[in-house]
């Protein structure tokens, strides 16, 4: 069961593949894990299995600010992770398609920095090649 202050998080691990965790809470103002939550975040986490999985830990180990003040590079990014949530299923790990998330959010977040908009379609076109790519299409 989920709470309204609880939410249900796509994740994209190295060693899992995308998993959707319940994540406890996390929509509560003094949450600890709402920060750590937010898009485009390269996290450590801990999940533990119950009926689904569970998200109980974070920390941030990246984050793109840039990416997070641009809304034209927010919006693209998120675009990007929609697509990679729907075209992957859960539990598969796959290294290059966790290396090729990982290069796109780095080249967002540069094509951010630089805030031309010519930069950023680059950066969308080229992660959306990788991805087809990482995928197999």
Request: proline share 4%; with cysteine.
């Amino acid at each position: 069961p989920v709470g309204e202050a609880d939410a249900r998080i796509a994740l994209y691990t190295r060693e899992f593949g995308k998993v959707v965790a319940h994540a406890r809470g996390c929509r509560k103002h003094e949450s600890k894990l709402s920060a750590h939550l937010e898009p485009c975040r390269i996290i450590r986490g801990r999940l533990i299995e119950k009926t689904t999985p569970r998200i109980v830990d974070t920390m941030t180990e990246t984050t793109f600010p840039s990416i997070q003040k641009n809304h034209a590079a927010l919006g693209r990014t998120l675009s990007f992770l929609g697509s990679l949530n729907e075209q992957t299923g859960e539990f598969a790990p796959d290294a290059r398609v966790w290396e090729m998330c990982i290069a796109a959010l780095h080249a967002f977040e540069k094509a951010s920095c630089d805030d031309a908009v010519d930069a950023l379609y680059a950066a969308e076109r080229a992660a959306q090649n990788h991805m087809k790519h990482a995928l197999g299409f």
